[in-house]
Nanobody
Framework: QVQLVESGGGSVQAGGSLRLSCATS?????MGWFRQAPGREREGVAA????????YYTDSVKGRFTISQDNAKNTVFLQLHSLKPEDTAMYYC?????????????????????WGQGTQVTVSS
């Protein structure tokens, strides 16, 4: 059983920054970050293939969020810059073990095998 533990969430003002971390108990093929705001569907935010480092971002965060990894520590990061109130959500880390992510499927949660418990990001105006 793969365990994922997120950290780094918090409350910031608009324009601020946060760095989310996701520590995993083992290496995975692809790691993704998702978010879900109250009353809204879960949204795929970013993903990274651990072998090769290719990354994917949803349009609303391009240029503001950066996903990265420390393979030696089985940890994935999501750096959030220029935060907006609409970024407020619970952020979840997810791991895929079967095959790499692609631009066509990285947002689809059904392809991920394991999920963390989430970390809250709140952005005030």
């Amino acid at each position: 059983q793969v365990q994922l533990v997120e950290s780094g969430g918090g409350s910031v003002q608009a324009g601020g920054s946060l760095r989310l971390s996701c520590a995993t108990s083992t290496s995975n093929v692809c790691m993704g970050w998702f978010r879900q705001a109250p009353g809204r569907e879960r949204e795929g935010v970013a993903a990274i293939n651990t072998d090769g480092g290719s990354t994917y971002y949803t349009d609303s965060v391009k240029g503001r969020f950066t996903i990265s990894q420390d393979n030696a520590k089985n940890t994935v990061f999501l750096q959030l810059h220029s935060l907006k109130p609409e970024d407020t959500a619970m952020y979840y880390c997810a791991a895929r073990t079967g095959f790499p992510c692609s631009m066509w499927d990285y947002k689809n949660g059904i392809y991920y095998n394991y999920w963390g418990q989430g970390t809250q990001v709140t952005v005030s105006s």
